[in-house]
């Protein structure tokens, strides 16, 4: 019997589409589709939310909409559209005010602080209007626009600077309590778009001078400011605009909402605040404003946020160091508020479920490397630029999912498709493409499942950005490479063009099959990819 098929060809031409076709077995101990947003997305949920309602389990065990929005956000990345409900009927019976908008806290059975939070509304509507989107639910998306519409009416003021976001309604008198990281670009064009309203544009265009001004004050934002009817802007260490400013738990958040921007001007404004992080591996929780330490306390959201702003700089491989380091810190201190982020930022950085633009997503220039210029709608073949060598791969090495391995190649049969190995446990590389550590996409492949046990690749949706993979040539020099993205792509519709694009330096596409088994071929429906780049 011929080995098995998994990647397959384009309808014509000599052009492949590359996509893992055969991988067939059972889904064990693990399920190749969670990818690291979806992932933590889930454990988030599983974790902190009890009843729909989203548990502060560190914290006296109360409740904010501030979580509530999380959770819903997160509901969204898993694709869940049944916690989703649950958290949303919970939020509507429990803190929903007769204005719409959402009272701030609850504990014991009742609400505690009736005042709004500007954030957790601006975030449960964008929540509402992509849920109903993606589960087909014009009854969500009538909630989030209206939702989106009371926090307009209530939570807006217009200045010199263009209309500024109101953390509450009770900032409404100049000049306003401002809290830069309650604006969150996406958000507002997600919004712009469901419902054509401009002052959501507005918003963006108000939120995006105020960022400037304050980052001229000071190079990282800070937890609060103010802003007054006339433009002028003034740091602050708390929401009365007294106190020490600095950079913290609230402020952390910026740099991550405006990394994930789609528009540029937003990215960079993350970008700017790259320099002016502390540079040292140890990155404390909160900062003064000359971005020194002023506590030993290390918190995820804070490597999130540089993380954030490496990558909206194109400091991709420091970016991803960073949210290593994040999941560490998350993994050895858990809270709910670390969690949350943690599962947020790999979320608004590296995937695209959130409809905001991810500095570390598949689609990035800045984490494939990929052109801009390839025409649309043709297949690209992963083809090698002039090799510098002879060399030839011959192994494999990932640490963080214990992968050692020898490598075979692999061809393309002559109907078209490229076989896979006869063996789960081999891993190959496709010798007719890019060879390893030359300039381009190389292709390495092998499969996640048997018929009776998991096979060689089975851990590879554990991989996240940071995590390192060596591969060895037969002239004894070693190609590195850092990962920087993972994506679950349907094999139907394989997007070719955008994940085998030509680019400019040595990159790596690590390949297998993930999501749902087909109840018809018996096969997995989907591929995951692993981007990496040169190190």
Same mark, same amino acid.
């Given at each position: 019997?011929?080995?098995?098929?998994?990647?397959?060809?384009?309808?014509?031409?000599?052009?492949?589409?590359?996509?893992?076709?055969?991988?067939?077995?059972?889904?064990?101990?693990?399920?190749?589709?969670?990818?690291?947003?979806?992932?933590?997305?889930?454990?988030?949920?599983?974790?902190?939310?009890?009843?729909?309602?989203?548990?502060?389990?560190?914290?006296?065990?109360?409740?904010?909409?501030?979580?509530?929005?999380?959770?819903?956000?997160?509901?969204?990345?898993?694709?869940?559209?049944?916690?989703?409900?649950?958290?949303?009927?919970?939020?509507?019976?429990?803190?929903?005010?007769?204005?719409?908008?959402?009272?701030?806290?609850?504990?014991?059975?009742?609400?505690?602080?009736?005042?709004?939070?500007?954030?957790?509304?601006?975030?449960?509507?964008?929540?509402?209007?992509?849920?109903?989107?993606?589960?087909?639910?014009?009854?969500?998306?009538?909630?989030?626009?209206?939702?989106?519409?009371?926090?307009?009416?209530?939570?807006?003021?217009?200045?010199?600077?263009?209309?500024?976001?109101?953390?509450?309604?009770?900032?409404?008198?100049? *000049?306003? !309590? /401002?809290?830069?990281?309650? =604006?969150?670009? $996406? &958000?507002?064009?997600?919004?712009? +778009? #469901?419902?054509? %309203?401009?002052?959501?544009?507005?918003?963006?265009?108000?939120?995006?001078?105020?960022?400037?001004?304050?980052?001229?004050?000071?190079?990282?934002?800070?937890?609060?400011?103010?802003?007054?009817?006339?433009?002028?802007?003034?740091?602050?260490?708390?929401?009365?605009?007294?106190?020490?400013?600095?950079?913290?738990?609230?402020?952390?958040?910026?740099?991550?909402?405006?990394?994930?921007?789609?528009?540029?001007?937003?990215?960079?404004?993350?970008?700017?605040?790259?320099?002016?992080?502390?540079?040292?591996?140890?990155?404390?929780?909160?900062?003064?404003?000359?971005?020194?330490?002023?506590?030993?306390?290390?918190? *995820?959201? !804070? /490597?999130?946020?540089?993380? =954030?702003?490496? $990558? &909206?700089?194109?400091?991709?491989? +420091? #970016?991803?160091? %960073?949210?290593?380091?994040?999941?560490?810190?998350?993994?050895?201190?858990?809270?709910?508020?670390?969690?949350?982020?943690?599962?947020?930022?790999?979320?608004?950085?590296?995937?695209?479920?959130?409809?905001?633009?991810?500095?570390?997503?598949?689609?990035?220039?800045?984490?494939?490397?990929?052109?801009?210029?390839?025409?649309?709608?043709?297949?690209?073949?992963?083809?090698?630029?002039?090799?510098?060598?002879?060399?030839?791969?011959?192994?494999?090495?990932?640490?963080?999912?214990?992968?050692?391995?020898?490598?075979?190649?692999?061809?393309?049969?002559?109907?078209?498709?490229?076989?896979?190995?006869?063996?789960?446990?081999?891993?190959?590389?496709?010798?007719?493409?890019?060879?390893?550590?030359?300039?381009?996409?190389?292709?390495?492949?092998?499969?996640?499942?048997?018929?009776?046990?998991?096979?060689?690749?089975?851990?590879?949706?554990?991989?996240?950005?940071?995590?390192?993979?060596?591969?060895?040539?037969?002239?004894?020099?070693?190609?590195?490479?850092?990962?920087?993205?993972?994506?679950?792509?349907?094999?139907?519709?394989?997007?070719?063009?955008?994940?085998?694009?030509?680019?400019?330096?040595?990159?790596?596409?690590?390949?297998?099959?993930?999501?749902?088994?087909?109840?018809?071929?018996?096969?997995?429906?989907?591929?995951?990819?692993?981007?990496?780049?040169?190190?």
């Amino acid at each position: 019997m011929r080995a098995r098929r998994f990647l397959t060809a384009a309808a014509s031409g000599a052009a492949i589409a590359l996509a893992v076709t055969a991988c067939s077995g059972p889904v064990t101990d693990g399920d190749a589709s969670d990818t690291g947003a979806t992932a933590a997305a889930d454990a988030f949920l599983d974790t902190y939310v009890d009843g729909g309602r989203v548990v502060r389990t560190d914290q006296g065990g109360d409740t904010v909409s501030e979580g509530q929005a999380y959770g819903l956000l997160l509901a969204v990345v898993a694709d869940d559209e049944a916690r989703f409900d649950e958290i949303w009927d919970w939020t509507t019976d429990n803190l929903q005010r007769d204005d719409l908008l959402l009272a701030w806290r609850w504990e014991n059975g009742a609400v505690v602080d009736d005042e709004p939070a500007s954030d957790a509304d601006l975030d449960a509507a964008r929540a509402l209007v992509l849920a109903g989107d993606a589960f087909g639910r014009d009854d969500l998306s009538a909630d989030g626009l209206a939702l989106g519409d009371a926090l307009l009416e209530e939570m807006t003021a217009t200045t010199d600077l263009g209309r500024i976001l109101l953390p509450g309604t009770w900032a409404t008198t100049s *000049p306003h !309590a /401002y809290n830069p990281s309650y =604006a969150s670009p $996406a &958000a507002y064009a997600v919004l712009a +778009d #469901a419902s054509g %309203d401009e002052r959501w544009d507005e918003l963006a265009e108000g939120s995006r001078a105020a960022t400037e001004a304050l980052l001229d004050a000071n190079a990282l934002p800070t937890n609060w400011a103010t802003v007054a009817t006339d433009g002028s802007v003034a740091i602050a260490g708390a929401a009365d605009g007294t106190g020490e400013p600095g950079f913290g738990y609230d402020a952390a958040r910026a740099p991550i909402r405006y990394a994930e921007s789609c528009d540029a001007a937003d990215a960079e404004l993350a970008a700017t605040m790259a320099t002016a992080f502390p540079g040292d591996d140890v990155l404390p929780a909160e900062l003064d404003s000359g971005s020194g330490a002023v506590t030993t306390d290390q918190h *995820p959201v !804070a /490597y999130a946020a540089r993380a =954030a702003a490496y $990558a &909206a700089a194109g400091r991709t491989d +420091d #970016a991803g160091a %960073d949210l290593g380091r994040m999941r560490d810190t998350a993994a050895r201190t858990p809270t709910y508020y670390g969690d949350a982020w943690n599962a947020l930022a790999e979320a608004m950085l590296t995937d695209d479920a959130l409809a905001g633009c991810p500095p570390l997503g598949p689609s990035s220039s800045s984490a494939t490397g990929a052109s801009s210029s390839s025409s649309a709608g043709a297949f690209q073949d992963p083809v090698p630029a002039e090799a510098a060598s002879d060399a030839v791969p011959v192994h494999v090495s990932i640490p963080a999912i214990g992968l050692e391995s020898d490598l075979i190649g692999l061809g393309r049969g002559a109907d078209g498709w490229i076989e896979a190995p006869a063996d789960y446990n081999d891993v190959g590389w496709y010798e007719d493409g890019v060879v390893p550590g030359e300039v381009g996409p190389a292709v390495i492949a092998a499969h996640v499942d048997s018929p009776t046990a998991p096979a060689i690749f089975h851990n590879l949706p554990q991989l996240r950005p940071g995590d390192t993979v060596s591969v060895s040539r037969s002239d004894g020099s070693v190609a590195e490479f850092v990962v920087t993205s993972m994506q679950s792509v349907k094999k139907h519709g394989f997007p070719t063009e955008s994940i085998y694009a030509p680019v400019p330096t040595p990159e790596l596409r690590l390949v297998t099959c993930g999501g749902p088994i087909s109840s018809e071929t018996g096969l997995y429906e989907d591929n995951i990819v692993v981007t990496a780049i040169a190190a």
